[in-house]
């Protein structure tokens, strides 16, 4: 099921640059933040399972300027100017999916990976997890297609396939599976292995 094509997101819209620490040092705009070697801003990355312990991705948008039509995580974006991380992560998840679920913050990390001579994402990325086993409606201007997959599935086809899929997805991935697999089987009451 797909949403109406509402723009969740434009160019023009203020992120929130920080410094390592996460320490807000002002605003710039989306394509400011992502131009060249890019602006460290703060970010979110969002993975909802359902009950089967099955993990959510999405396929960027073809009109995405960096990594269209890659595969990735099950929602990620930005905090606006004055917006709490916590809010935007929920305001997102709703945008691009139609979901509305608990989300549990389980860790934050830094990176950059630059996008052919496009760009490049330059973040400090907080990572939520949540549970959802309803619908699915998809913002066709942010998603191009969408799926759950099986954990170990995923696993197998990140290292057979990397191309596919995003580096944020690949890096999140690992340290999920590799040091929170408990927490995430605590808050979403799952029994990943």
């Not at 160019?11 to 996460?22: A, C, G, N, P, W």
């Not at 959510?56 to 990735?72: C, G, M």
């Not at 974006?77 to 913050?105: F, K, T, W």
Request: charged share 25%; hydrophobic share 35%; glycine share 6%.
């Amino acid at each position: 099921m797909n949403l109406d094509n509402d723009i969740a997101s434009d160019t023009d819209e203020l992120l929130i640059l920080v410094d390592r620490q996460d320490n807000e040092l002002g605003f710039a705009s989306k394509a400011e933040c992502h131009t060249g070697s890019g602006l460290l801003h703060r970010a979110f990355s969002i993975f909802i399972f359902n009950a089967s312990g099955q993990v959510l991705l999405q396929q960027r948008s073809q009109d995405k300027e960096l990594w269209n039509l890659y595969w990735s995580n099950s929602c990620c974006s930005h905090p606006r100017q004055g917006e709490q991380i916590e809010n935007a992560a929920h305001r997102r998840v709703m945008e691009e999916l139609s979901i509305d679920c608990e989300l549990h913050y389980l860790y934050k990390f830094f990176y950059r990976e630059p996008f052919e001579q496009k760009g490049s994402e330059h973040e400090l990325c907080s990572v939520f997890v949540g549970r959802h086993d309803g619908k699915v409606s998809i913002n066709i201007t942010e998603i191009a297609d969408w799926k759950f997959i099986d954990t170990k599935e995923l696993s197998r086809s990140i290292d057979q396939c990397p191309e596919k899929y995003t580096p944020w997805l690949q890096s999140e991935w690992s340290e999920l599976t590799k040091n929170y697999l408990g927490s995430i089987n605590q808050a979403l009451g799952l029994s990943l292995n």
